[in-house]
């Protein structure tokens, strides 16, 4: 489905509050605005709803992506251990994935992230097997989990 075609992330964002989804759906409209010709993968999973952007259709391939918290939202990068952080913004300590924590769209450090975006977007690329059909510009669901904790 095209990327405009919001119903099923509308339904899963439904329990969030105000706030919340319109911070999310701002880092939505960021991402797809810099990176048009990528994937949007949606996941409702059991803590949060999260949703990553890839070159293919792959969850290996996403380069970044945004996880909805009752109270934030976490913007990250897949394999951010892999690109210099050079203003240590980045939090986590897992073997590759960073992210930052955003509360409020106007702490969010825009410019500093775009750069930090073109080196994963570089990374994924540079990682991407080769696939059998390109798939550009879509939004897929990828899993809905049946239980859920969430807010409401």
Request: charged share 25%; glycine share 6%.
């Amino acid at each position: 489905m095209p990327k405009e075609e919001i119903k099923d992330l509308l339904k899963f964002l439904l329990p969030y509050p105000d706030s919340v989804k319109a911070t999310a759906f701002w880092l939505r409209d960021f991402v797809w605005d810099l990176y048009p010709e990528t994937n949007e993968l949606i996941y409702d999973n059991y803590n949060a709803v999260a949703f990553g952007w890839s070159p293919t259709d792959k969850a290996g391939d996403v380069f970044c992506s945004i996880a909805v918290f009752s109270n934030h939202v976490n913007f990250g990068f897949n394999r951010g251990s892999e690109i210099p952080d050079k203003q240590g913004l980045l939090l986590g300590d897992a073997s590759f994935y960073r992210y930052i924590k955003v509360t409020d769209k106007l702490d969010f450090p825009q410019e500093y992230i775009k750069q930090l975006l073109e080196m994963a977007y570089e990374n994924s690329v540079g990682r991407m097997k080769p696939v059998k059909k390109m798939i550009k510009g879509e939004t897929i669901v990828k899993s809905i989990s049946p239980v859920k904790r969430r807010p409401g």
